[in-house]
Antibody, heavy 120, light 106 residues
Framework: QVQLVESGGGVVQPGRSLRLSCAASGFSFSNHAMAWVRQAPGKGLEWVALISYDGSDKYYADSVNGRFPISRDNSKNTLHLQMNSLRAEDTAVYYCARSDSSGWFYFDFWGQGTLVTVSS | DIHLTQSPPTLSAFVGDRVTITCRASQTINTWLAWYQQKPGRAPKLLIYKASRLESGVPSRFSGSGSGTEFTLTISSLQPDDFATYFC?????????FGPGTKVDI
């Protein structure tokens, strides 16, 4: 069955970095675009970053553009989010999500999420 | 930029009620709209895509309709398991956008 398991969350001071990972299994990872979506405590969903199935195209929300590069390793079925220059407003649960196989950017499977807390 | 609004922000209903949630886009998005259900402490779950297509495994009491700028998610007969927050999402660009959510209280 499809599984997406995030890791790497934790408490970090403002201005520092954190790297999130998402281990995928149960499907052909290299056939799907992937995304990170976050949810601040008590708030709605915010798309963060998208990467195409082969890693050639990457898209970012304005709020993280230039700070949070997304990458993937199709040989290891793993998605990453390098979070740099973290701010208090980046505090959220970060979800890894699979894009539909047709290539459209809606998300048919989600991981359980990993909490990132940015605090001094 | 496209903006999505949802109404109502919250609604209270009884088991067995027919419930309708509306999502409006600030400009036409054809039928590039998905709906998700999220329960507290859980990841979102895809219910509907392309405005009206039911995701595999989703109960048939859920349905979606609309095109252009106005969309609806309908639960034909509300069940206790349907207590959740529902989000719409536009995906006709490389910047997927979520609506603010509608919380359904049973």
């Amino acid at each position: 069955q499809v599984q997406l398991v995030e890791s790497g969350g934790g408490v970090v001071q403002p201005g520092r970095s954190l790297r999130l990972s998402c281990a995928a299994s149960g499907f052909s990872f290299s056939n799907h675009a992937m995304a990170w979506v976050r949810q601040a405590p008590g708030k709605g969903l915010e798309w963060v970053a998208l990467i195409s199935y082969d890693g050639s195209d990457k898209y970012y929300a304005d709020s993280v553009n230039g700070r949070f590069p997304i990458s993937r390793d199709n040989s290891k079925n793993t998605l990453h989010l390098q979070m740099n220059s973290l701010r208090a407003e980046d505090t959220a649960v970060y979800y890894c999500a699979r894009s539909d196989s047709s290539g459209w950017f809606y998300f048919d499977f989600w991981g359980q999420g990993t909490l990132v807390t940015v605090s001094s | 930029d496209i903006h999505l609004t949802q109404s109502p922000p919250t609604l209270s209903a009884f088991v067995g009620d027919r419930v309708t949630i509306t999502c409006r886009a600030s400009q036409t998005i054809n039928t590039w709209l998905a709906w998700y259900q999220q329960k507290p402490g859980r990841a979102p779950k895809l219910l509907i895509y392309k405005a009206s297509r039911l995701e595999s495994g989703v109960p048939s009491r859920f349905s979606g309709s609309g095109s252009g700028t106005e969309f609806t998610l309908t639960i034909s007969s509300l069940q206790p398991d349907d207590f959740a927050t529902y989000f719409c999402q536009n995906y006709n660009t490389n910047s997927p956008l979520f609506g603010p959510g509608t919380k359904v209280d049973i």
